[in-house]
């Protein structure tokens, strides 16, 4: 067996791909690791883009003893146990805990007192971003670092390198497939190549067999993916709805994965429809949490189904518009203070309840202007509402 992802993990800094952002020259954290001078650290990022990896790199290079746990099965006699045999050691071991985000909050107070003396380096990594499954004490003592999908160029660099020296015969169309139906997980581009080898020459056909959709959305680098999804946009943008199914077929023929393609989706119903039809938003939700536990050949129903509904639904981009307004008067500078009758515990506030629902009220220091509404379906109902409100002479 050729054991490709076990063999071909790096060793070394240079040899981990993708990860310019950490790694670079110039980046901060190989200064860190270069210097021996790392706190303790939280990764996070998707599977297979090289956390595990950059934890035993680190080790490595520090000439630190290295344990490999999971938070999933983490027993808090186990940690106490590490820290027992170096209590005196000279050098402190670097415990790396994955799955991060399942750490009980008993595990991470027993954790605590040891990031604070230093006693061990710990290293935790996670697919999810674990800022706010972790105790604020544990964030106080740590450095939260994400590392990315490793891009097709990168992938297709190292992959190309890898049959070269292992004699594997694959042909360009099959290993363009490789490099986008992973995703940008490098791990499980290795394993498929791996499949795939028993069958001598690696053709697209084989490939398909073992793997016939793309894993993980938005990473191909043939064009025609991110063409054909800004085609679909644009086609339901347009309100076409047999264009949009045209496009949403070739993409799911094409191996794209139905999450993916849920999730361009649910932006494009607040993006291009917003309040001139709510519900879209709440259908793209439901869709998306759908094809997240049945995926395909079923998930077609669902997508298609989403499809035509916002395609047909009237289209305002009212939302989308205003709040990109607010953030740029924000980015620029505009940060006026709250006004005092409606701070916290303010005695002066006038609760718009005790006067019918509505009560003449300043809540900004100077009057801005973000929201334009289009009037366009049920938006218009809601502006009609609002003025209904707002306006005295309708009191």
């Not at 949009?244 to 993916?260: D, K, N, Q, S, V």
């Not at 505009?334 to 019918?356: E, F, N, Q, V």
Request: charged share 20%; aromatic share 8%; with cysteine.
């Amino acid at each position: 067996m050729l054991k490709l992802a076990l063999n071909y993990r790096p060793k070394t800094l240079d040899a981990i791909i993708g990860q310019e952002h950490l790694l670079g020259k110039d980046a901060i954290l190989r200064k860190m690791i270069e210097k021996d001078a790392l706190p303790h650290l939280f990764l996070y990022g998707p599977p297979g883009c090289g956390k595990t990896t950059l934890a035993r790199v680190i080790a490595s290079a520090l000439e630190r003893p290295f344990y490999e746990l999971n938070a999933t099965t983490l027993k808090i006699e186990e940690l106490r146990t590490i820290f027992k045999n170096y209590a005196h050691a000279l050098q402190k071991p670097l415990i790396f805990i994955d799955e991060v985000h399942r750490l009980s909050k008993n595990q991470q107070e027993v954790l605590l007192p040891f990031m604070e003396t230093q006693a061990a380096l710990i290293i935790g990594a996670s697919t999810e971003n674990p800022y706010y499954s972790l105790t604020a004490a544990m964030r106080s003592r740590s450095h939260l670092f994400e590392l990315n999908a490793v891009d097709p160029a990168s992938m297709k660099n190292y992959l190309r390198a890898v049959v070269r020296k292992e004699g594997i015969t694959i042909d360009e169309e099959a290993l363009e497939y490789t490099v986008f139906s992973s995703g940008g997980d490098l791990r499980a581009a290795l394993n498929l190549l791996e499949s795939a080898h028993i069958a001598g020459e690696i053709t697209l056909p084989v490939l398909k067999q073992i793997r016939p959709h793309a894993m993980q959305g938005g990473s191909s680098e043939s064009e025609s993916h991110y063409e054909l999804t800004s085609a679909m946009i644009k086609s339901i943008r347009g309100s076409d709805i047999d264009a949009a199914l045209y496009y949403l077929a070739r993409l799911i023929e094409g191996g794209e994965p139905a999450e993916f393609i849920a999730r361009r989706l649910a932006i494009l119903a607040s993006e291009d429809i917003g309040n001139a039809n709510p519900n879209a938003l709440n259908l793209a939700s439901s869709t998306l949490n759908i094809v997240k536990h049945i995926g395909y050949p079923e998930a077609r129903i669902s997508l298609g189904q989403l499809v035509i509904y916002l395609a047909s639904s009237p289209k305002s981009n009212s939302a989308y518009e205003a709040i990109n307004r607010a953030l740029k008067a924000v980015k620029e500078g505009d940060t006026d203070p709250i006004p005092d009758h409606i701070k916290t515990h303010a005695k002066s506030y006038l609760y718009p309840h005790s006067y019918g629902g509505w009560v003449a009220q300043e809540y900004l220091i100077r009057p801005k202007s973000f929201y334009q509404t289009q009037k366009i379906g049920f938006e218009k109902n809601l502006y009609e509402w609002h003025e209904k409100i707002v306006t005295p002479s309708a009191k």
